[in-house]
């Protein structure tokens, strides 16, 4: 059971670099995530997709464009990477039951922005 | 802006002891969820609370929910080095379309 599959694991770019993280998932989920995490300050929230089809802004989607390309794939993509993006990266997705949505997340993508 | 404020940040104790962590906020949650995070992994979830004084049990870990729905505590009972890692508590609100709000967490170091 691969769960959540995120690539890659790890990634140095230059400033003003783009690049694409890729996210899929095998568990039929309709909603997925993807967070940041930075040392001190937990997970915080960048784009979500509660359903096939749409997208919603969390709480830090400043400098992130989102694609829930189907089901199964949510890519997050850094347009102009700037070093305040370098962090560690999760997609999660969730079945969405009643409202106790348990998250089942990836390994993490740790991003270096030089 | 929700916010969900975790205590201590860092814990470190011996084998054998007990710890509580605390998750307060000033907001209510339709359910709080508590995840436990390994080096180089992503969060697992360890155990949803929805009522509010709501207690939980998972081995020598207990859960409890206020009565408000404003905070939660995650209680270890003699802890042991394979307790390591960093705990995170997570609040889902009403009408959030499954949002969830973490705490900044918790790094629990438990010495031999």
């Known amino acids: 059971n691969a769960g959540v599959t995120q690539t890659p694991k790890f990634q140095v770019l230059k400033t003003g670099q783009s690049m694409t993280l890729q996210c899929a998932q095998d568990m039929n989920h309709n909603s997925m995530y993807w967070y940041r995490q930075d040392p001190g300050m937990g997970l915080r929230l960048i784009y979500y997709?509660?359903?096939?089809?749409?997208?919603d802004k969390g709480e830090v989607p400043n400098g992130y464009n989102v694609s829930r390309l189907n089901k199964r794939e949510f890519s997050l993509r850094l347009e102009s990477a700037a070093p305040s993006q370098t962090s560690v990266y999760f997609c999660?997705?969730?079945?969405?039951?009643?409202?106790?949505?348990?998250?089942?997340f990836g390994e993490g993508s740790r991003l270096t922005v030089l | 802006t929700q916010l969900l404020e975790q205590s201590p940040q860092f814990l470190s104790i011996q084998e054998g002891e007990n710890l509580t962590v605390y998750c307060n906020s000033s907001s209510v949650f339709s359910s709080l969820q508590w995840y436990r995070q390994e080096p180089g992994e992503g969060p697992v979830l360890l155990v949803t609370v929805v009522t509010g004084g709501e207690v939980k049990k998972l081995k020598r870990l207990t859960f409890q929910f206020g009565d408000a729905r404003k905070d939660s505590s995650l209680h270890i009972t003699a802890a042991q080095p394979g307790d390591t890692g960093l705990y995170l508590c997570a609040g889902e609100s009403y009408n959030q379309g499954g949002k969830l709000i973490f705490g900044q967490g918790t790094e629990l170091s438990v010495k031999p």
């Open positions: 997709s509660a359903s096939e089809g749409t997208t």
């Open positions: 999660a997705s969730s079945l969405r039951t009643a409202n106790t949505g348990e998250l089942f």
